[in-house]
C-alpha cells in the first residue's frame, strides 16, 4: 500500500514556546492538548497532513516499553535527552489493524495497535473528543526514528478550515528530509512501509514518492550542500528536514522578513535555519498545483 505522509511528531522541550515561535513563521496553532499518556502537542493542520509540536507534560504518566508495546512518551522523552527535532514520521492510516498486520508479514518489528482518545478544542471553543489508533514500526539500525500508521475515528472533529489557514500561505508537508551515511540502507525498511511507491536513486540519494509527499534520504556531505548547513541530528539516520509548499513564495519571504526570522534563498526556495525552528530544517516552496485536501 502506498500510504501518504499524514504528519510529522516535532519534539520540543517547552510547548509554548515553540507555538510562538511557530507563529512567528506564520503558522496557525490549535489549542495546547494533553495526551493521557504524558505527552502534550498543538497541531498545525495544512491541507491533508500536519505537524505536531510535541512536548513532555507529565512524566508520571509515561510507561515503559515492552517488546509487544510501544511507549511514545517514554520514546520521545529519551529523544528530547539527545536533542530537539523531528522524531517520527507519519503514515495516513484507515485500518490500524490491518497495518500492524501487513508490517508483521514483511517481517518489520511492529507492536500492538496502540488506541487512545483526547479532547480537542474546536475553532469556536467547544470540547469535543477525538480517537485514533497507531500501528509504530521501529528498525533497530535507526533508533532515532520511528514510523507510525495514524488512523483518525473521528476526523469530522480533527480537520478545521479556520486552523488551516495560515499568514505564511502554507498549505501541505510535501517532502520528509532523512540523513544517513548510506541512504539505500534504509530502502528494505521503507519499501514495507510504502510498498508499491515509485522510488529512485540518483547519485546516491533515496526517494520515494508517497501518495502524499516524498521521502528523501541523503547522505551527510549532499544534505549539507542543498541546505548549507550541516544536518543537526547525529552520525545515526534521523529526520533533518521537511518542506512545505506555500501559496505564494514571495509573500513567505516578506512574512519571514519582517518578522526577523533568519532564512537563505536558494532558487524558488525559502530554508528557515534550524535555530528558529527547533533543531530541524523548513525548506518553503512555490506550489505547483493544488493540494488535494483529507
Given amino acids: 500500500m502506498n500510504r501518504g505522509i499524514d504528519h510529522l511528531v516535532l519534539c520540543v522541550s ?32 495544512l491541507q491533508g497532513n500536519f505537524l505536531e509540536l510535541l512536548a513532555i507534560v507529565d512524566n508520571s504518566k509515561i510507561s515503559s516499553a ?3 508495546k510501544f511507549s511514545f512518551g517514554d520514546y520521545n522523552r529519551a529523544f528530547l535527552t539527545r536533542r530537539e527535532g523531528m522524531s517520527m514520521l507519519v503514515f495516513e492510516g484507515h485500518d490500524a489493524d490491518g497495518d500492524r498486520a501487513e508490517f508483521l508479514a514483511k517481517k518489520l518489528q511492529t507492536y500492538d495497535v496502540f488506541h487512545f482518545e483526547r479532547k480537542a478544542t474546536l475553532p469556536e471553543g467547544e470540547k469535543v473528543t477525538v480517537g485514533f489508533s497507531l500501528a509504530f514500526v521501529t528498525e533497530p539500525s535507526i533508533p532515532d526514528a520511528v514510523f507510525f ?42 519499501e514495507a512501509l510504502q510498498g508499491n511507491a515509485a522510488r529512485s536513486t540518483h547519485d546516491g540519494a533515496l526517494r520515494v514518492q508517497t501518495a502524499r509527499g516524498d521521502v528523501s534520504i541523503l547522505a551527510p556531505d549532499h544534505f549539507e550542500s542543498r541546505f548549507g548547513a550541516p544536518s543537526p541530528g547525529s552520525d545515526r539516520p534521523h529526520f533533518a528536514a521537511f518542506g512545505i509548499s506555500v501559496r505564494d513564495i514571495a509573500l513567505t519571504e516578506t512574512l519571514l522578513t519582517r518578522n526577523s526570522v533568519a532564512y537563505r534563498r536558494t532558487g524558488n526556495t525559502l530554508q528557515v535555519d534550524p535555530k528558529a525552528t527547533f533543531g530541524v530544517h523548513i525548506e518553503f516552496t512555490q506550489a505547483i498545483q493544488a493540494v488535494s485536501k483529507p
Fill in 66 to 68: 515492552t517488546d509487544k
Fill in 14 to 45: 517547552d510547548l509554548e514556546l515553540a507555538r510562538d515561535r511557530y507563529a512567528t513563521l506564520g503558522f496557525t496553532t490549535t489549542p495546547p492538548a494533553a495526551h493521557p499518556f504524558g505527552t502534550g502537542n498543538s497541531l498545525v493542520q
Fill in 149 to 190: 500508521t495514524c488512523q483518525q475515528h473521528a476526523p469530522e472533529y480533527f480537520w478545521k478550515p479556520e486552523y488551516q489557514n495560515h499568514e505564511n500561505g502554507a498549505l501541505a508537508v510535501t517532502e520528509t528530509v532523512m540523513v544517513a551515511e548510506d541512504p539505500t540502507d534504509l530502502s528494505r525498511t521503507l
